[in-house]
């Protein structure tokens, strides 16, 4: 009964450092999504997938990649970290029309 | 240019009277409505959403209203609680059903019910 689970949940790096934020969902969901939230803001997507082995751009996909490579996980990559990167990233998967599920986010410090 | 916009950052309200939430859309083929609460350090909580082809959904004590000719919605909460602050987030997706139906968010509204 996990839902979307978001590994880590805190994380600081050093600008031009690299990391891989992963999202594993136990729902056998298609769509899976990843957004970031900065203050004052919505939340603003980043990429998602409609399911194994695709990806796609959303609103904001500059500075990041993403793979899904099984159907369960879908990994967030920043390769050269800068400050602006600096935000809570929320990922998210869905089962029919309305159906989101939302895991409890990372919380990301580029110094 | 925002397609989802929440105008009220804050809005405070006593227990036991009732919580409008308000939200506008420019997007006319935005055909579902989603409201979140998230409370801090937590991921959004899906609350309530509502088809374009309705005019109100209604769940316990909150109710969502779509105007769709003035591309508005509102969620009322009633009686409020304490327990509902929260930010709440109004949200819309639109495709067919095997399209990617990406969320569009507002920027919250933080709701503080006071005791």
């Known amino acids: 009964n996990a839902g979307v689970t978001q590994t880590p949940k805190f994380r600081v790096l050093k600008t031009g450092q690299s990391m891989t934020l992963l999202c594993a969902q136990d729902?056998?969901?298609?769509?899976m999504y990843w957004y970031r939230q900065d203050p004052g803001m919505g939340l603003r997507l980043i990429h998602y997938?409609?399911?194994?082995?695709?990806?796609a751009k959303g609103e904001v996909p500059d500075g990041y990649n993403v793979s899904r490579l099984k159907k369960q996980n879908f990994l967030l990559g920043l390769e050269s970290a800068a400050p602006s990167q600096t935000s809570v990233y929320f990922c998210?998967?869905?089962?029919?029309?309305?159906?989101?599920?939302f895991g409890s986010g990372t919380r990301l410090t580029v110094v | 240019d925002q397609q989802v916009k929440q105008n009220s950052p804050s809005l405070s309200v006593q227990e036991g009277r009732i919580s409008i939430l308000n939200c506008d859309y420019t997007?006319?083929?935005?055909?579902?409505f989603l409201w979140y609460k998230k409370y801090p350090a937590e991921g959004p909580t899906f609350l309530i959403s509502?088809?374009?082809?309705?005019d109100k959904n209604e769940d316990g004590r909150f109710t969502v209203f779509l105007n769709k000719s003035a591309k508005h919605l509102s969620l009322h909460i009633v009686p409020s609680q304490p327990g509902d602050s929260a930010v709440y987030f109004c949200?819309?997706?639109?495709?067919?059903?095997?399209?990617?139906?990406?969320?569009?968010f507002g920027s919250g509204t933080q709701l503080t019910v006071l005791p």
């Open positions: 998210a998967s869905r089962s029919g029309v309305v159906g989101y599920t």
């Open positions: 509502i088809s374009s082809i309705k």
């Open positions: 949200a819309a997706s639109a495709g067919d059903s095997g399209s990617a139906r990406q969320l569009t």
């Open positions: 729902m056998n969901h298609e769509y």
């Open positions: 997007n006319s083929m935005f055909d579902y």
């Open positions: 997938s409609v399911g194994e082995g695709t990806t």
